[in-house]
T-cell receptor, first 111, second 114 residues
Framework: SQELEQSPQSLIVQEGKNLTINCTSSKTLYGLYWYKQKYGEGLIFLMMLQKGGEEKSHEKITAKLDEKKQQSSLHITASQPSHAGIYLCGADSNQGGKLIFGQGTELSVKP | EAGVTQSPTHLIKTRGQQATLRCSPISGHTSVYWYQQALGLGLQFLLWYDEGEERNRGNFPPRFSGRQFPNYSSELNVNALELEDSALYLC?????????????FGPGTRLTVL
């Protein structure tokens, strides 16, 4: 079965610094989704990537899906305390409605 | 436009009891998905309902069940609660079964089993 591995598991950065979170799949990705979760709360949809080489940006967050479609990266520029939370990558499992998720990356931003 | 809503926010039960969790999808969405997020285990797919029918279920025992009502809202029932059922239960919805890869999540129900 397909698995998603995120790195790093946790990250502490100083406000204003840039950071990158990676998501690696054990199989070819047919759809890759990035979500943000505040601890103990629901998931907020950030971006969806479907094509190899695709790159999307929203405010200071950029996500890319590599050409071989087995890895995605999420890059935050000039981080702010509001960026703190758990970032999850999710993928289409091709198993009827089921999304699979990485274990999450916990981001803390120090003011 | 209102998002996915879930109730209750928190639920405390004891071992052996039954728990019922409720979810209302985004207006116009027909597919509802349930996930369990237990500490240390990540998000695990539980169930998928579309047009009132169960379309797929994850690797969970039969005591996890649910249904979808004609108004597309859904209920998750967990019978014979065990301590390890303590988790955040997330509901998501999508426009229809063909857009299952565009799931929008609710705030979750925190279930604690004592």
């Amino acid at each position: 079965s397909q698995e998603l591995e995120q790195s790093p598991q946790s990250l502490i950065v100083q406000e204003g610094k840039n950071l990158t979170i990676n998501c690696t799949s054990s199989k070819t990705l047919y759809g890759l989704y990035w979500y943000k979760q505040k601890y103990g709360e629901g998931l907020i949809f950030l971006m969806m990537l479907q094509k190899g080489g695709e790159e999307k940006s929203h405010e200071k967050i950029t996500a890319k899906l590599d050409e071989k479609k087995q890895q995605s990266s999420l890059h935050i520029t000039a981080s702010q305390p509001s960026h703190a939370g758990i970032y999850l990558c999710g993928a289409d499992s091709n198993q009827g409605g089921k999304l699979i998720f990485g274990q999450g990356t916990e981001l803390s931003v120090k003011p | 436009e209102a998002g996915v809503t879930q109730s209750p926010t928190h639920l405390i039960k004891t071992r052996g009891q039954q728990a019922t969790l409720r979810c209302s999808p985004i207006s116009g969405h027909t597919s509802v998905y349930w996930y369990q997020q237990a500490l240390g285990l990540g998000l695990q797919f539980l169930l998928w309902y579309d047009e009132g029918e169960e379309r797929n279920r994850g690797n969970f025992p039969p005591r996890f069940s649910g249904r979808q009502f004609p108004n597309y809202s859904s209920e998750l029932n967990v019978n014979a609660l065990e301590l390890e059922d303590s988790a955040l239960y997330l509901c998501a919805s999508s426009y229809d079964r063909d857009t299952y890869n565009e799931q929008f999540f609710g705030p979750g129900t925190r279930l604690t089993v004592l």
